[in-house]
């Protein structure tokens, strides 16, 4: 395993035995409640953030954006390089994915 590998299990492990958190570990990344919000692609953490967080985070080159197979770059999945940020970043992405929408699920 190199170093981007076994910093996504640290999150991982640290996410699934914290108990104010609700996720599933799936082959195509880590879910809150069936919603993907966080993934390993090569050495890099990808997360879906508020397009607000997003913005912020590329603009001060924190982040770069990220784009799937299909289509062209996300406004809210970005990619994060810096293995220190991914813990707190994937913290974020499952509030933001986790959290029913306003006016629905309360």
């Known amino acids: 395993m190199n170093e981007s590998e076994l910093t996504y299990d640290a999150v991982t492990r640290e996410l699934l035995m914290d108990e104010d958190y609700d996720v599933d570990l799936t082959p195509d990344g880590l879910l809150a409640k069936g919603r993907l919000f966080?993934?390993?692609?090569?050495?890099?953490?990808?997360v879906e953030l508020p397009e607000s967080r997003s913005a912020d985070l590329r603009n001060?080159?924190?982040?770069?954006?990220?784009?799937?197979?299909?289509?062209?770059?996300?406004?809210n999945w970005v990619r994060i390089s810096d293995w220190q940020l991914w813990s707190e970043l994937a913290r974020?992405?499952?509030?933001?994915?986790?959290?029913?929408?306003?006016g629905r699920e309360s």
């Open 92 to 102: 974020e992405a499952h509030t933001f994915v986790g959290e029913p929408p306003v």
């Open 60 to 75: 001060r080159g924190i982040a770069v954006p990220f784009q799937g197979e299909h289509g062209g770059p996300s406004r």
């Open 38 to 46: 966080a993934f390993l692609d090569g050495d890099d953490l990808v």
